[in-house]
C-alpha cells in the first residue's frame, strides 16, 4: 500500500498516538485539515488561510475524543478550499487519487480523507459536511460516511463555513470500525433495534441516472428486507430543484458572511470557481433568502412527516459515480448542480444521513443513502452493520 | 541604488543588449510581464498563466523595437494579475516599493515598470494602459507616461486585456529620456510645434482633492503659458461617474471574454478582488452593454469636439496621491472607483494621454495629464519637454 495518492496535506506529517487502552485502539485515523491540531496551523486547504492566524492551543473536540479513545492520528488531509467544493480539486494542493476511481475525483469537500480510507493508508477519518461534502465523497470513494444530525456534535475547533449547516462526519471502510468509530463521537451504543419501515425516496431515484438507480436497486431490496416493511414517497413535493435552489440561496450567502471580514483584509487567493462562489454569495438578494428561509422550514416539516420513529428513508446519494478528473467548469458547473439537488436535504433540514457502499456502475463506486429521524444517527449505524451481514 | 524593491518578476533576471549605434544606445529599460520576450515564458502577473502556453518565440512589438534601436533590456516587470488592477498589489508577486512615496502602492497595473523607473533601476519600461495602467502609475510614481492614441502602436506579443482599450505606453524620469523613448516607438519625430489653445476641464479638477487640485494650479498656469490661450470647459456633460460607469459595464464584460476559456478549462488561481472582476463581468447584461456603446459614442463625440486641433486638454491624472499599501477592500474599491472617473474617457475615447510629473501633495507626488487630439502623442511629448524647460 503505498501513501503517496496526494491525501495529506504538504509538509512534514502530524503523528499522535491515541491514549492506550480506549475503545479504538488500534486504530488508525486522519482529519481534513479544517480540524485543529494543537501545534499545528489549519489550512483549511487555501494559501492565505493561516496568514495571520494563531496556531492553534488545542486540539478540535472530534480529534481529541477519537485520541482519547485510542486512536492514533496519522495526519492532516487535503480539502476543498475553505471547504467550498464538492468535487475534490484543489487548485493549491491538488487532488487526492480515488483508488477507487482512477482518473475520476474523489469528491469533495473532505477529499484527502476519503482518498485516504479508500486507500487503507487510516482506518477512519473525519471530515466536514455543509452540503454534501462527506457523502459525496463516500459515495465517490465507496465508503461509508456520515452526517450526523446538525447541531448534535461538538464543532470546537472546526473551521466553520456556513453554521447552520456544517457538520463533523467520518468514513470507514467497513461497517464494524464505522460503527465502532461511530459509538465513540457519537458518545452512544450503537442499539441492536432496527427501524420497522423504509421510505423508497422515489424522486431521488428518478432524478439519478438511470444505471445508478439500476446498481442500487439490489441494495434497496436488501434494505427493505433488513427493515421488513418499504413504501415509495416523494422527498421533496416542490421538486429536489427547488430544494436544491434553496440551499444555493442559503449557503453561499452564509459561507461568505462567515469569510467576508477576512476577504475584505485579506484579499486572499482562491480557484477562480471558489472565488466565484463567494461572489455570488456576496450578491444573493435579503429577499431571496427570506424566500428560502420559508422552503426551508417547509423541508424541515417535510422530512419530519416521512420521517416519524422507526423510519428509514433511501436515495442515491449521488446521481452519478465520480466524474473524471480536470474537466472544464462548464462541465463540472451542471454536475455539481444535480449533485446538491440530491444533498440539498442535508442542510435544510438537518437530518443524520448515512453513505453505504456495495454498488458500482462500471467500475465506479456508487453509494446508497439512509436518512433517519434526527438524532437517530446510531441507529442509522446499526443499519450499515446489517446490511453488511445480509450482504 | 539598490533594486531590491521587488519591482522585477521573481526568478533569474532577463537582460538583452540593445543594437550599438542606434537612437536609444545606452539606455536601459524594462518591460511589464504582458510583453514577451522570447525564449521567456509570459506570466501575466498569475502564477497559472503560463500553464500549457508555448514560450513565446520572438520578442513583442515594442521590446522588439526597442532593441532595435538600441536599448538594452534588463528585466521583466510585476504587474497586477492580467492587468485588471489599478493599485499594483499582487498577491502572487508583492507590491514593488515605490520610492517616490514611502509605504504606498505604487499604482498598477504597470506597477513594476513605474517603480522600476522611480527607482533609477533604468530609463525607460513599457506599461500596458486599459483603463489607467500607466496613468495612474506615473501619476503615484512622479514619472512621466504616456498612454497613445488607441490603435495607433502595433500590439502584437502583448497579452490583450480588453481590446478596444488596450495601448502599449512606458515611462520615464525625464522630459529628455520621454522624448527620444517616445520618437521611437511613435515612429515620429517630436515636433517643435505647440498647441495653441489649452481647455481646463473644470468638472475633473472638482473631482480631485481640494489639495490636489490646488498643487497642480501651478503646474496648469506653466501650462497655460506655454500654449499661449486657455479656457474651462465641462470634459463630461453626463458626468465623470456616468462615463465611469460605461467603462465599468464595457470593459470588464471584455477582460472576461478575452479569459473566458482560460477560465473555463484551468480554473485559475487569483486574488479575490481579480476574480470578483471576473465574475461581475461575466454578469453584465447585453442591454447594459448596448447602453454603455451608445454612451462611448457620445464620450468620443465629445472628447473629439473638445480637441480640434491645436488644443490640449489638461486634469489631474488620479483624483489622490498614492494610497496606503495593504488596505482593506472596503477602503480600496471606493479609491478604486474614484480613479476611474478620472480615468474613463482615455478607454472609452481612445485619445492620447501624457501625465507630467511635477506636483506633490505632502510629498507624495501627483500627476497633471494633458491629452490630445487622436493622432498627437508626438506633439503632447512636445509639450512635456516645454513644461520642463519652463519648470
Known amino acids: 500500500m ?26 488508525t485515523f486522519a482529519a481534513k485539515d479544517l480540524f485543529d491540531v494543537a501545534g ?3 489550512g483549511g486547504g487555501n494559501h ?3 496568514t495571520g492566524r494563531p496556531i492553534p492551543k488545542n486540539n478540535a473536540w472530534a480529534v481529541q475524543t477519537l485520541l482519547d479513545a485510542g486512536a492514533t492520528l496519522i495526519g492532516k488531509t487535503i480539502t476543498d478550499e475553505v471547504s467550498l467544493g464538492i468535487l475534490g480539486e484543489n487548485a493549491f494542493d491538488g487532488t487526492p487519487v480515488n483508488v477507487r476511481a482512477p482518473g475520476r475525483v474523489p469528491g469533495g469537500s473532505s477529499s484527502g480523507s476519503a482518498a485516504a480510507v479508500a486507500a487503507g493508508l487510516c482506518d477512519t477519518a473525519l471530515g466536514t459536511d455543509t452540503g454534501g461534502s462527506v457523502r459525496v465523497p463516500a459515495s465517490f470513494c465507496g465508503l461509508h460516511g456520515i452526517r450526523p444530525t446538525h447541531g448534535r456534535l461538538d464543532l470546537s475547533g472546526m473551521m466553520p463555513q456556513a453554521p447552520t449547516s456544517d457538520t463533523t462526519g467520518w468514513f470507514a471502510r467497513d461497517a464494524e470500525t464505522f460503527a465502532r468509530v461511530s459509538g465513540v463521537l457519537l458518545g452512544e451504543a450503537i442499539p441492536a433495534r432496527l427501524p420497522t419501515q423504509l421510505v423508497v425516496a422515489v424522486d431521488a431515484f428518478g432524478f439519478a441516472d438511470a444505471e445508478v438507480a439500476a446498481a442500487l436497486q439490489p441494495m ?3 434494505l427493505a428486507a433488513v427493515v421488513g416493511a418499504s413504501r ?15 440551499r444555493r440561496t442559503l449557503q453561499p450567502h452564509e459561507a461568505y458572511t462567515t469569510f467576508r471580514d477576512w476577504l475584505d483584509k485579506g484579499n486572499p487567493r482562491f480557484a477562480f470557481s471558489v472565488a466565484r462562489a463567494l461572489v455570488m454569495g456576496s450578491m444573493i438578494a435579503e429577499t431571496d433568502r427570506a424566500w428560502a428561509g420559508l422552503m426551508r422550514q417547509e423541508a424541515r416539516a417535510r422530512m419530519a412527516y416521512l420521517l416519524p420513529p422507526g423510519t428509514v428513508l433511501c436515495l442515491p446519494t449521488t446521481p452519478f459515480p465520480a466524474p473524471l478528473r480536470g474537466q472544464p467548469l462548464q462541465v463540472l458547473d451542471p454536475l455539481r448542480d ?21 454498488a458500482t456502475v462500471g467500475g465506479l ?20 452493520q446489517a446490511m453488511e451481514k445480509a450482504a
Chains 1, 2 share one sequence.
Do not use: N, Y
Open 338 to 358: 444535480r449533485i446538491t439537488c440530491l444533498c440539498a436535504h442535508g442542510g435544510l433540514a438537518g437530518h443524520p444521513q448515512v453513505s453505504l457502499p456495495g
Open 48 to 50: 492565505d488561510w493561516p
Open 365 to 384: 463506486p456508487v453509494g446508497l443513502s439512509i436518512v433517519g429521524p434526527r438524532g437517530s444517527d446510531a441507529t442509522l449505524v446499526a443499519v450499515a
Open 220 to 222: 434497496v431490496k436488501r
Open 2 to 27: 503505498t501513501d503517496d495518492i496526494g491525501a495529506f496535506v504538504p509538509g512534514p506529517r502530524v503523528r499522535i498516538e491515541g491514549r492506550a487502552g480506549g475503545p479504538l485502539a488500534g486504530l
Open 40 to 42: 499545528v496551523p489549519t
Open 232 to 246: 415509495e414517497e416523494i422527498m421533496a413535493p416542490p421538486g429536489l430543484s427547488v430544494w436544491a435552489r434553496a
